[in-house]
């Protein structure tokens, strides 16, 4: 079985400029999360998505940060304009049921 | 609202040593709980779980009970090699939201 897939791996920006980010779920999983984590903590979430609607966008910077699931598999997660503090790894995970969330490789984002 | 505390570290062994890393948690309800591994530069794999009191989640030599009574979830593991360097997340899901722990960074020295 293929596991959560995401590009780029690293990206290097300066600040105030855009960059996107984009995650494929393990198949039939319809349940999607977006993550941030900053060095030496704990991810915390973004946004969930349940197939194509948001479920949970508490946590989610929306003057800056957007993203969408179109058709309810891709997702994408964008940052206009980036700033310093948004360096960070950016996980994408899926999951079927309440037993368990499955990662990607991250998105490891410099912003300079 | 859930929260998760799990022992700081980081934590540096001997091969062979026994490891225990605590974690304790806050939640509405009945959570499932979880310890997530993250070896360098990889992404969090889920290493175990346990979905109720006094289930006890295994994998790679690694156990950890759900202890209702104490809301602790500890993981323990009776002999540690280098490749088990990495850190650590214990978590909680309620709803289908993860929260996790601060993570542990445990370091194996050969």
């Known amino acids: 079985e293929a596991g959560v897939a995401q590009s780029p791996r690293y990206k290097i920006i300066e600040k105030r400029q855009s960059v996107a980010f984009w995650c494929n779920p393990i198949s039939g999983h319809a349940t999607l999360y977006w993550y941030q984590q900053i060095l030496g903590q704990g991810p915390k979430l973004l946004i969930q998505f349940q197939n194509n609607g948001v479920v949970d966008d508490s946590q989610l910077p929306k003057d800056r940060f957007s993203a969408e699931r179109l058709k309810g598999v891709d997702s994408t997660l964008k940052i206009q304009p980036a700033k310093l503090e948004d360096s960070a790894v950016y996980l994408c995970?899926?999951?079927?049921?309440?037993?368990?969330?499955?990662f990607g490789p991250g998105t490891r984002l410099t912003v300079t | 609202g859930n929260s998760v505390t799990q022992m700081e570290g980081p934590v540096t062994l001997s091969e062979e040593a026994f490891l225990t890393i605590n974690c304790t948690y806050t939640a509405t309800g009945y959570p499932s709980l979880f310890w997530y591994v993250q070896y360098p530069g990889e992404g969090l794999q889920l290493l175990l779980k346990?979905?109720?009191?006094?289930d006890k989640g295994s994998n790679k030599g690694f156990e950890a009970t759900y202890r209702k009574e104490t809301t602790s979830f500890h993981l323990e593991k009776g002999s540690v090699q280098v490749s088990d360097s990495a850190v650590y997340f214990c978590?909680?899901?309620?709803?289908?939201?993860?929260?996790f722990g601060a993570g542990t960074t445990v370091t194996v020295r050969a």
């Open positions: 346990a979905t109720k009191a006094d």
């Open positions: 995970a899926s999951s079927l049921d309440l037993l368990g969330q499955y």
């Open positions: 978590a909680l899901s309620n709803d289908y939201k993860l929260s």
